[in-house]
C-alpha cells in the first residue's frame, strides 16, 4: 500500500483569497492526480500532475484556477485560487501504484 | 470516454440481509473496474478491483462484483449486511489495465443498514 499525508486537513479562508494544498507520498511516483469531492457529491478528477512537465486538466477545470506544482517524484500542490464559495470542497490527491490508486485523507476547504 | 453509472443513490438495508449496489460502466478500452467505500469523515478504501482476471473479484469484507461485459455491469453484493457496512460506496472505472492512468468515479451510493 501507499502512504499519503496532506495538509492541511481543513482550513476556513476568506473568498478572493488563494490556498495551497501539499501532498507528499511516501514512495517516487510518476503520476499524482488531484481530486474534488463537492459537499454530498462523488469526486471529479481536477488534474494529472506529471513530474517535470504541465499538469494535464479535465474539462472545466483551468490552471489559472488551479494551478499545480509537480517539483520531484514524492510532492505536489494545488492551489485554489481567487476562492469563491462554491470552491468549498474536499481536495484530495491520488498516486496510482499498479493497478491500484490510493488515496490522501483529503483537505476539507470551506470558503467564507 | 470512461464513465460510471451508479443506479441508486441510496439503499437501506436490514442487518443480516443482503447488499446489492449496483454500477454500469462505459469504457472505450478493456477497463480495470474497482469499488471504494468512504466511511462518514474517514478516507476512500479499496474494497475490490478488476483488472481483466477472474470476473469474480472477492474483496474485503466480505464484499463481491461480478464483471459482465455483456452487460457493462460491475454489482457490488454481499451476503449478509453488518451494521458496520453503512457507508457510501464508489464505483470507479480507469482507462487500461496496464496502463492505468486516472479514475472516474460513478456519483456514489449511500449505503443505509437498518438494526
Known amino acids: 500500500s501507499a502512504v499519503i499525508s496532506q495538509k492541511p486537513s481543513r482550513d476556513i479562508c476568506q473568498r478572493g483569497t488563494s490556498l495551497t494544498i501539499q501532498c507528499q507520498v511516501d514512495?517516487?511516483?510518476?503520476?499524482m492526480f488531484w481530486y474534488r469531492q463537492q459537499p454530498g457529491q462523488s469526486l471529479t478528477l481536477i488534474a494529472t500532475?506529471?513530474?517535470?512537465?504541465?499538469?494535464?486538466?479535465e474539462s472545466g477545470f483551468v490552471i489559472d484556477k488551479f494551478p499545480i506544482s509537480r517539483p520531484n517524484l514524492t510532492f505536489s500542490t494545488l492551489t485554489v485560487s481567487n476562492m469563491s464559495p462554491e470552491d468549498s470542497s474536499i481536495y484530495l490527491c491520488?498516486?496510482?501504484?499498479?493497478?491500484?490508486?490510493?488515496f490522501g485523507q483529503g483537505t476539507r476547504l470551506t470558503v467564507v | 470516454a470512461q464513465s460510471v453509472t451508479q443506479l441508486d443513490s441510496h439503499v437501506s438495508v436490514s442487518e443480516g440481509t443482503p447488499v446489492l449496489l449496483r454500477c454500469n460502466y462505459s469504457?472505450?478500452?478493456?477497463?480495470?473496474l474497482f469499488w471504494y467505500v468512504q466511511h462518514p469523515n474517514k478516507g476512500l478504501q479499496l474494497l475490490l478491483k478488476?483488472?481483466?482476471?477472474?470476473?469474480l473479484v472477492k474483496g474485503i469484507n466480505g464484499f463481491e462484483a461480478e464483471f459482465k461485459k455483456s452487460e457493462t455491469s460491475f454489482h457490488l453484493t454481499k451476503p449478509s449486511a453488518h451494521m458496520s457496512d453503512a457507508a457510501e460506496y464508489f464505483c470507479?472505472?480507469?482507462?487500461?489495465?496496464?496502463?492505468?492512468?486516472?479514475?472516474?468515479f460513478g456519483s456514489g451510493t449511500k449505503l443505509n443498514v437498518k438494526p
Open positions: 478488476y483488472t481483466s482476471a477472474a470476473t
Open positions: 469504457s472505450s478500452y478493456s477497463p480495470s
Open positions: 470507479v472505472v480507469s482507462d487500461g489495465v496496464y496502463n492505468f492512468n486516472k479514475f472516474y
Open positions: 491520488s498516486e496510482s501504484v499498479g493497478t491500484e490508486a490510493f
Open positions: 514512495s517516487q511516483v510518476t503520476m
Open positions: 500532475a506529471n513530474q517535470g512537465s504541465e499538469a494535464t486538466y
